[in-house]
């Protein structure tokens, strides 16, 4: 009778740890990312999706689904001819409910690209900004389901930094040096050796326009500091560690397995009293 209760508990202890491994050793992170985070208005640009830290098993994932969300006041809608399938994984998108379904014949177990969707961002909305997000993200390994958590990216609509164009003139000559932003334009002035007063304009106007230049090339690089610093904190946000999936044995489940043995070890203490009690 004794052998027999301590078979059930050691079975029942055994069942929860085999349960516990299997549901949280299972994970992957999903990522997304664009190639610009400021798009003129009326353009078009591209999302990309990514799977990577795939421990899902010794097969690997062969379907992924989830659901995509837009701000439509910023974006034009899409349709399935927007969202493509990359690395042989095949798309499909329901328009009615934002949901995105990918499939392979083989499957993957390393870090992968697996969709692009080309969005477009509306007229006369200029200064806005517009989130995009994919959410309730699950793969299959085709024994398992596994949730990875939500990814998002934001996009600020506004016009895209152009060229600058500075012309000095140099003894009658034109010479042009192309930077970004803002154009400077120097009047050619005529090469006159009687009239000094004109060459002393000329190199006047050569050295504003250098210091002109110097002072646009500081603005220009503070404002892509600051681009380049934007673009780094959004794309911390949307794949920050704390959101990363967890693997390993949960605190609760712990104690529960530490619980179960002290009822075993209780129950085996009244069986021997008792068994000396019938001696």
């Not at 007063?197 to 646009?216: D, G, H, K, M």
Request: charged share 15%; net charge neutral.
């Amino acid at each position: 009778m004794k052998s027999k209760i301590l078979s059930v508990i050691l079975i029942i202890m055994v069942a929860i740890f085999a349960m516990t491994t299997a549901v949280n050793a299972l994970s992957f992170t999903a990522t997304m990312s664009t190639n610009s985070t400021t798009v003129p208005e009326a353009t078009e640009f591209t999302v990309k999706i990514k799977v990577s830290n795939l421990d899902v098993g010794s097969n690997g994932i062969n379907s992924l689904t989830g659901f995509l969300k837009y701000d439509s006041e910023v974006f034009e809608s899409i349709s399935e001819s927007n969202v493509e399938g990359l690395n042989s994984w095949s798309a499909t998108y329901d328009d009615s409910n934002g949901k995105i379904k990918l499939t392979k014949s083989m499957f993957v177990s390393s870090t992968q690209e697996v969709l692009s969707i080309t969005f477009k961002t509306k007229s006369g909305v200029n200064g806005k900004k517009g989130s995009i997000s994919f959410n309730d993200i699950t793969a299959s390994n085709s024994e398992t389901d596994i949730p990875a958590t939500a990814i998002s990216t934001s996009i600020t609509v506004g016009a895209g930094e152009s060229g600058n164009t500075i012309t000095a003139v140099t003894n009658g000559n034109n010479t042009t040096n192309t930077n970004s932003l803002n154009t400077v334009t120097v009047n050619p002035v005529a090469n006159n050796a009687s009239v000094g007063n004109t060459s002393n304009q000329a190199r006047n106007n050569t050295t504003n326009n250098v210091a002109n230049y110097a002072n646009n090339n500081t603005a220009n690089n503070a404002a892509n500091n600051q681009a380049v610093s934007s673009y780094v904190n959004t794309m911390k946000n949307t794949t920050s560690d704390s959101d990363m999936p967890k693997t390993g044995v949960s605190d609760n489940l712990l104690f529960l397995a530490i619980a179960a043995i002290a009822v075993a070890l209780m129950f085996y203490i009244k069986i021997e009293k008792l068994n000396k009690d019938i001696r």
